[in-house]
């Protein structure tokens, strides 16, 4: 993998490239960024850029020797640490010392999740970083960065990901996994620009099922075709699934669109996602503000506590129906 692999971050693509031709890489390099955000992705591609014998401006080559190893999992020279847990212990970064005194052209660590390091891990590593024996160099990724060692923020060179525009990940998600443009304009507004957030959604291919499934939940709804015992059975089966986050993502996201069509706002997918449900003339704009609003609650519990998700999105759906049916009568 080489920069030019990764998607958007001109900046940081800019700035790694500049400092990696020049010579001038730190010991330590942190990347920040919220989960998604593609920290492990660009954290890999440093390094075997770092490792590459022949890198250039996208990175590493892919070709050489240390490209090969690299890519196949088996560089002796590049070590991977995450937390064994909740939390990085002392002994993983001890049992790196040895492996790293050794004598080496260059060699790489990458700890993820670098801000769960126990006091004395970060102790540990502090000590590695005051007096680095050459060619060493760690990436560390941290979603709280706050959470680090002043004494270790102060080592290392920083780099900051950005959430990516809505129309660059749409075009992303189109081209490298072979979904329709409205599929990944949804998963790329429900994902927040977070490009590692929406991989997941379309890697395993059921991206186009799920927003189908909401918009027959939000069309009978609307419709008033489910009875209440059917809509119970929505509430239990929806319950059980590991992906009931994403789920009312969606079904929120086409409330959304009717709003924002209702309200005559210009955004091709909200409008295209509120074109879907018909009957909705006498549905006014409150109404489904409100619905949006409920959605948003329900989810933000579900996430938060520890809640019975069964008996809330009942609630949830049985509130719902009767809100639209208030609203067309």
Same mark, same amino acid.
């Given at each position: ?13 800019? *700035? ?23 920290? +492990? ?13 022949? +890198? ?11 490209? *090969? ?23 993983? /970064? +001890? ?15 990458? /700890? ?39 004494? /270790? ?169 009767? *809100? ?6």
């Amino acid at each position: 993998m080489n920069f030019e692999c990764l998607a958007g971050q001109p900046e940081t693509r800019a *700035r790694l490239t500049r400092t990696l031709m020049n010579g001038k890489l730190s010991h330590a390099v942190l990347l920040t960024g919220p989960a998604g955000s593609g920290k +492990r992705s660009w954290g890999r591609a440093l390094a075997q850029a770092i490792l590459c014998r022949n +890198r250039g401006e996208k990175g590493a080559c892919l070709n050489c020797e240390d490209c *090969r190893l690299f890519n196949s999992g088996n560089h002796p020279d590049y070590s991977h640490i995450q937390p064994a847990g909740r939390a990085i212990k002392i002994d993983q /970064i +001890r049992s790196l010392r040895e492996r790293f005194y050794l004598r080496s052209r260059v060699k790489v660590c990458l /700890i993820e999740q670098a801000e769960t390091m126990t006091g004395e891990a970060s102790s540990s590593l502090l000590k590695i970083l005051e007096d680095p024996p050459p060619g060493l160099h760690f990436i560390l990724l941290a979603e709280k960065p706050r959470l680090l060692y002043d004494t /270790i923020l102060s080592r290392c060179q920083r780099y900051t990901l950005q959430p990516l525009g809505f129309q660059d990940l749409t075009d992303i998600l189109v081209s490298r996994y072979n979904i329709s443009h409205e599929t990944a304009a949804v998963l790329a507004r429900i994902s927040k620009g977070l490009p590692g957030y929406a991989a997941a959604l379309a890697e395993n291919g059921a991206a186009s099922e799920r927003i189908e499934e909401a918009r027959t939940l939000a069309i009978n709804l609307v419709s008033g075709k489910d009875s209440a015992r059917q809509l119970l059975a929505w509430a239990s089966s929806l319950a059980e699934r590991v992906d009931l986050l994403t789920f009312l993502e969606l079904f929120c996201l086409i409330f959304r669109g009717c709003l924002q069509e209702k309200l005559g706002r210009n955004d091709d997918l909200f409008s295209e996602q509120g074109r879907i449900i018909a009957g909705t003339d006498d549905v006014t704009p409150q109404c489904l503000e409100d619905i949006v609003i409920l959605v948003n609650d329900v989810a933000n519990q579900i996430k938060t506590t520890n809640v019975n998700r069964r008996l809330l999105l009942e609630k949830m759906l049985i509130l719902t129906q009767r *809100r639209l049916q208030r609203c067309q009568k």
